[in-house]
């Protein structure tokens, strides 16, 4: 069965501070993957989309890693800001359809002051 | 650009009331979609557009219907609207390119409450 699984379910860290966020993915065939970025009562925000053939992508201080054989991404966010209080979607595409989007149920990440 | 608009932002309805959600993006995209958003869950599709003219079911369609008149434009009709459709709704807009789907971009939402 196709799924996305991201941990931790939720995060708090202290502004300034870097973290990680993982998704692991049970996909297939595997297409590309995408980082979204979700604030409160707003619709999701595009932060890196990664093909297979690509290992990292960078988008200001968020930096996405992929890595196909292990079938698994990490989102890294460097020193962080109070405005990166938001849920983290991770979204794997097989065959490259449209409608073959699998969305994880995100990463809520809280920092604070 | 306005992007992707979505209205209402909120709606209260009535088990068994029908009602339509609106769409519309202006960026000429031809791909459009809606999305259901609950707790604790990813968001599930419901329908999609490849173009004027074509629709196509997603994974949970039931009590839904859809119709692409004009690229622009993509409303979501609930039939007979029932508990179990209170969510949050988004619509989404993307182009081809290449050998995939470009990223997607979302409108605001909508949330719907049915007693």
């Known amino acids: 069965k196709n799924q996305v699984e991201q941990s931790p379910q939720s995060l708090i860290i202290l502004e300034g501070k870097n973290c990680t966020l993982q998704?692991?993915?049970?996909?297939?065939?595997?297409?590309?993957l995408r980082w979204y970025k979700q604030d409160t009562g707003r619709g999701p925000v595009s932060l890196t989309i990664?093909?297979?053939?690509?290992n990292t992508k960078s988008n200001g201080r968020y930096t996405a890693t992929l890595d196909a054989d292990t079938k698994q991404s990490s989102l890294h966010i460097t020193a962080s800001q109070l405005s990166d209080s938001a849920s983290y979607i991770c979204?794997?595409?097989?065959?490259?359809?449209?409608?073959?989007?699998?969305f994880g149920a995100g990463t809520r990440l809280a920092v604070h002051p | 650009n306005a992007g992707v608009t979505q209205t209402p932002k909120f709606q209260v309805l009535k088990t068994g009331q029908s009602m339509t959600l609106q769409c519309a993006q202006d960026m000429n995209h031809e791909y459009m979609s809606w999305y259901r958003q609950d707790p604790g869950m990813g968001l599930r599709l419901i329908h999609y557009?490849?173009?004027?003219?074509?629709?196509d079911q997603g994974e949970v369609p039931n009590g839904y219907n859809v119709s692409r008149s004009t690229t622009e434009d993509f409303p979501l009709r609930l039939l007979s609207a029932a508990p179990s459709q209170t969510s949050v709704y988004f619509c989404?807009?993307?182009?081809?390119?290449?050998?995939?789907?470009?990223?997607?971009?979302f409108g605001p939402g909508t949330r719907l409450t049915v007693l």
């Open positions: 979204v794997v595409s097989f065959s490259g359809g449209y409608n073959k989007l699998i």
């Open positions: 990664m093909t297979f053939s690509e």
């Open positions: 557009s490849v173009g004027a003219g074509i629709t």
């Open positions: 998704c692991n993915y049970t996909v297939s065939p595997f297409s590309n």
């Open positions: 989404a807009s993307s182009f081809r390119q290449g050998s995939f789907y470009n990223e997607q971009f």
